[in-house]
Nanobody, 131 residues
Framework: QVQVAESGGGAVQAGGSLRLSCVTS????????MGWFREAPGKEREGVAS???????NYADSVMGRFTISADKAKNTLYLQMNSLKPDDTATYYC?????????????????????????WGQGTQVTVSS
């Protein structure tokens, strides 16, 4: 049974930092493309960052230089270090595993930021940034 659980969200002031965690089970974590997504009220879910089995990463332009994605393979855990937070970062953050297309699901590739290519979503953790 696949399980994904995010934690670490909270309320911070602009310029502050948070570290999100995503604990997983039920699949070979070290071989996956894993991604962080976020969804703000009234907006579509968007890709934030991803990392593959070779530790190759992708970042949305809006977070590049401020956020860092990493993975602890021994703990089957994904992290998102968020620095210099802005009010626009306010959203529910989700962790997910890329599942489509099946043949290349382990490669983040050009579809790393598309929610439709990901499955096994967590329940999300809320991040609120105030000014």
């Amino acid at each position: 049974q696949v399980q994904v659980a995010e934690s670490g969200g909270g309320a911070v002031q602009a310029g502050g930092s948070l570290r999100l965690s995503c604990v997983t089970s039920g699949f070979t974590f070290s071989l996956q493309c894993m991604g962080w997504f976020r969804e703000a009220p009234g907006k579509e879910r968007e890709g934030v960052a991803s990392i593959d089995r070779d530790s190759r990463t992708n970042y949305a332009d809006s977070v590049m230089g401020r956020f860092t994605i990493s993975a602890d393979k021994a703990k089957n855990t994904l992290y998102l270090q968020m620095n210099s937070l802005k009010p626009d970062d306010t959203a529910t953050y989700y962790c997910a595993r890329k599942t489509f297309p099946e043949r290349s699901a382990r490669t983040c590739g050009r579809n790393w930021a598309s929610p439709a290519y990901f499955g096994d979503w967590g329940q999300g953790t809320q991040v609120t940034v105030s000014s």
